[in-house]
């Protein structure tokens, strides 16, 4: 079903409770209120679906093939989308192949053993902790960024889970954490949002800026952006085991709209029509049209400015609300001491 790996585990996350607890405490989730909601569920499987006995843990690498992320990122007249949100929403491709193993597992169970058994499918789209479940399961061990890394597959994968009350056996995959003396992923984080070995400040993570937050970017953070749109990957780009990381063959995770390699100018000049018609079907829904031209605002105050960028950003003042004002106001102001400004 285009799974490169799966594991079954049992339900005790005990261990990664105090780290949980700790990192909401110390405000590194920002606004992310969901992560504080229903986290006893997210801490107790059974108590998000009851009954739940074993976790059925899978990953699907997404990478697509020939994307060029660094020359995308070298280049100031291109917007940087994280590659995960390049194809098909992968919310909808996993679900819909994890509830199909469930349903096929389940009809294997009730044949030999004549017990209809409870399964349920997720992929981000609960209060689960993904991560910890795939590393007990031993889908890898989680990197110094906090993402899940693999020698043979790097970091480059979704994960998805099967709660089930079915007495499945455990696998013992045992993984030990390879990450030795490397701090790439730290040094490399534009925003320092790496403030030690896994524990990830999300106030300061670009994925965290360009997606979750909704409102005004610290200034500070801005010129730290540079033409980062949506998400960002330097921690997996620059990781010594994602260099043979391998590329999806998932169809559904091809490149859709040339969003691989945009022109900033050219998203930026859609409409809120236009932009929902190229979003569609994608993951990149969870961002707003303020959003979206909050984010390309900073890229382009970000670049090498000159009169075409010029024109574009005055023309968008005042037809989306003040927030994105603010963003192109400042962008045009640190561009006037550019030689291209005009």
């Known amino acids: 079903m285009g799974f490169q790996k799966l594991a079954v585990t049992d339900i005790d996350l005990s261990a990664h409770q105090p780290h949980v607890r ?197 200034e500070a953070l801005r010129p730290l952006m540079g033409n980062r749109i949506y998400g960002c990957d330097d921690c997996q780009l620059f990781c010594p085991w994602n260099r043979d990381a391998p590329t999806t063959t998932e169809p559904d995770f091809a490149v859709r709209n040339g969003l691989d390699q945009p022109e900033l100018l050219d998203l930026f000049a859609l409409s809120e029509a236009q932009f929902r018609l190229l979003i569609q079907g994608s993951a990149m829904g969870r961002v707003g049209y303020p959003q979206w031209q909050r984010n390309i605002a900073i890229a382009l105050g970000n670049g090498a400015g000159g009169k075409d960028v010029v024109n574009a950003l005055t023309h968008k003042l005042g037809r989306v609300n003040p927030m994105v004002d603010e963003h192109i106001s400042w962008a045009l102001e640190r561009l006037k001491g550019n030689a291209t400004f005009l």
Not at 194 to 216: F, G, N, Q, V, W
């Open 22 to 218: 700790q990192w909401l405490n110390d405000g590194f989730a920002g606004e992310m209120g969901y992560l504080h909601r229903n986290l006893e569920k997210r801490l107790h499987p059974d108590q998000l679906e009851p009954g739940t006995y074993r976790v059925i843990t899978a990953r699907m690498n997404y990478l697509p093939a020939d994307t060029q992320p660094i020359e995308v990122l070298e280049n100031s007249n291109k917007g940087y989308i994280s590659r995960y949100a390049l194809g098909r929403d992968y919310h909808k491709v996993l679900r819909r192949r994890l509830a199909k193993l469930a349903s096929q597992i389940n009809a294997l169970l009730t044949e030999e053993q004549s017990v209809d058994y409870q399964f349920r499918a997720f992929t981000d789209s609960a209060p689960v902790l993904e991560k910890a479940l795939a590393e007990k399961g031993g889908l890898g061990w989680m990197g110094k960024h906090t993402l899940i890394l693999d020698k043979e597959a790097g970091s480059w994968f979704f994960l998805g889970e099967i709660y089930t009350n079915a007495p499945l056996a455990i696998d013992q995959f045992i993984v030990e954490d390879a990450c030795g003396k490397c701090s790439a992923c730290m040094t490399v984080c534009p925003t320092q949002a790496i403030i030690s070995p896994k524990k990830l400040d999300a106030t300061r993570c670009i994925s965290y800026l360009t997606i979750e937050h909704k409102d005004s970017i610290d």
